[in-house]
């Protein structure tokens, strides 16, 4: 039974559109961290791979996804910090 592991998952993903949607909306990133976010993004990677090698089934989409999500933020954070940084 994997109920929680989901129950994790899902909230972590409602929570990363909601901060693209500001980063995106806004154009600003002030108070994230880029470090927190690779650190999160190697937290998934772990948790794919161990999907991947002990229980090989469809909650290591919801880890991808949550990934990819977080990699666009980061995107997104490399990408408007400079505008900040000019203002």
Request: aromatic share 16%.
């Amino acid at each position: 039974m994997y109920l929680f592991e989901v129950i994790m998952l899902l909230c972590f993903g409602i929570s990363w559109p909601i901060s693209i949607y500001k980063s995106v909306s806004t154009h600003k990133v002030s108070g994230k961290s880029p470090l927190f976010m690779v650190i999160i993004m190697i937290g998934y990677t772990a948790g794919i791979i161990n999907k991947y090698l002990h229980s090989n089934n469809w909650i290591i989409w919801m880890y991808l996804i949550n990934l990819i999500m977080v990699g666009v933020d980061l995107i997104l954070y490399y990408k408007f910090s400079p505008l900040e940084e000019k203002k």
